[in-house]
T-cell receptor, first 112, second 113 residues
Framework: DSGVTQTPKHLITATGQRVTLRCSPRSGDLSVYWYQQSLDQGLQFLIQYYNGEERAKGNILERFSAQQFPDLHSELNLSSLELGDSALYFC???????????FGPGTRLLVL | GENVEQHPSTLSVQEGDSAVIKCTYSDSASNYFPWYKQELGKGPQLIIDIRSNVGEKKDQRIAVTLNKTAKHFSLHITETQPEDSAVYFCAAIFTGGGNKLTFGTGTQLKVEL
């Protein structure tokens, strides 16, 4: 157990819908990262937050957004969902940027 | 661009044998190289990492070697056990990349009895 928690574990929804994935970092970690894992794209970085501020952005679609709250938990919002958004979404956390990242168990999203 | 190549994509070994997975990276300024193990239905689990000022690091049956000149790093697992069967990912943090991990494509390791 890495200490990073993610909810929900599974999510099934329809195209066009919007979902919110939630992540709680390890105790003491200030930085949160979101990654997407799909069969064709592998593990891809989406976005990073550090102490509430956006720090870096990767291949994140405009339909996706995220934030980190004052209690350091983070949410990833996915809207106007398409079939191709079906994937595993992982959250990771680290004490500081550039430090070791620990991953949560992931949320499996299925868009029908 | 930022790229990590990983080989082989699948690896099958007999229990007790050694397994080696190799990765190459594109940016010579990279300075952090972790390895993750992912079991079915779980998130990536950090198993070992190495920074650019170190050439080798060991942790029990697992070791990682780094060759900065050749821009490659390798994972070595000795005395493999069935519970080592999983997908292994190498990764790198590229300078100027905002601390994001760039992952290799993964190696499916199967340890056979």
């Amino acid at each position: 157990d890495s200490g990073v928690t993610q909810t929900p574990k599974h999510l099934i929804t329809a195209t066009g819908q919007r979902v919110t994935l939630r992540c709680s970092p390890r105790s003491g970690d200030l930085s949160v990262y979101w990654y997407q894992q799909s069969l064709d794209q592998g593990l891809q970085f989406l976005i990073q937050y550090y102490n509430g501020e956006e720090r870096a952005k990767g291949n994140i679609l405009e339909r996706f957004s995220a934030q980190q709250f004052p209690d350091l938990h983070s949410e990833l919002n996915l809207s106007s969902l398409e079939l191709g958004d079906s994937a595993l979404y992982f959250c990771a956390s680290s004490v500081l940027p550039a430090e070791t990242q620990y991953f949560g168990p992931g949320t499996r999203l299925l868009v029908l | 661009g930022e790229n990590v190549e990983q080989h082989p994509s699948t690896l099958s070994v007999q229990e007790g044998d050694s397994a080696v997975i190799k990765c190459t990276y594109s940016d010579s300024a990279s300075n952090y190289f972790p390895w993750y193990k992912q079991e079915l239905g779980k998130g990536p689990q950090l198993i070992i990492d190495i920074r650019s000022n170190v050439g080798e690091k060991k942790d029990q049956r697992i070791a990682v070697t780094l060759n900065k000149t050749a821009k490659h790093f390798s994972l070595h697992i000795t005395e493999t056990q069935p519970e080592d069967s999983a997908v292994y990912f190498c990764a790198a943090i590229f300078t100027g990349g905002g601390n994001k991990l760039t992952f290799g494509t993964g190696t499916q390791l199967k340890v056979e009895l």
